[in-house]
């Protein structure tokens, strides 16, 4: 919920495709530093494993999937766009494809020793950022609005649905 507090901030800033891009890489660099910083004070006293999961849900090492999914609103919502104009128009016939290498690339994290955090110590892409990549090419076919098997009544249920599951799951669960 930390990302609704700093959302006004982004939204000001983000105002194009070209700003959402620089958002998203000043937000990763950002990122970089605070986790850099945090991970080295943090190692002195706790247990990697301990410093990893907490470096892994906190905030900060979360933003950049906030930024990334302002920069796919973008990508998807300018159509006018010249660089991504010759790409969407021809992705209503690749989007399978497309889906199932977003598919690959987040199953892939469960075979990958992959970091816990975004950091300068190690230039690997962390577990979430990989997730988050996979799930962007997933949520470009699926913006496609013809029907077919991946735009369908189903999908379109649960894309009505989901921020509204997303705010009472947890109280079904506990």
Not at 63 to 70: E, K, R, T, Y
Request: charged fraction near 10%; glycine fraction near 4%.
């Amino acid at each position: 919920f930390s990302f609704y507090l700093v959302f006004p901030l982004a939204a000001k800033l983000a105002t194009s495709q070209r700003r959402a891009f620089v958002l998203f890489l000043v937000v990763c660099l950002g990122t970089m530093a605070v986790n850099t910083a945090g991970q080295y004070l943090m190692l002195n006293r706790y247990e990697k494993d301990s410093v990893g999961n907490f470096m892994y849900f906190w905030a900060p090492n979360q933003a950049p999937v906030f930024a990334l999914g302002i920069l796919l609103f973008f990508i998807l919502s300018t159509p006018e766009n010249q660089l991504m104009q010759p790409v969407l128009k021809r992705l209503p016939v690749r989007t399978t494809p497309l889906f199932v290498i977003g598919l690959v690339i987040f199953l892939s994290i469960a075979f990958l020793s992959l970091p816990k955090a975004l950091t300068f110590n190690d230039f690997r892409p962390p577990a979430l950022m990989q997730a988050s990549l996979g799930f962007a090419l997933m949520i470009i076919a699926l913006a496609q609005p013809q029907p077919g098997w991946l735009v369908n009544r189903w999908n379109v249920f649960v894309g009505e649905i989901r921020f509204s599951a997303y705010h009472v799951h947890l109280s079904l669960i506990v």
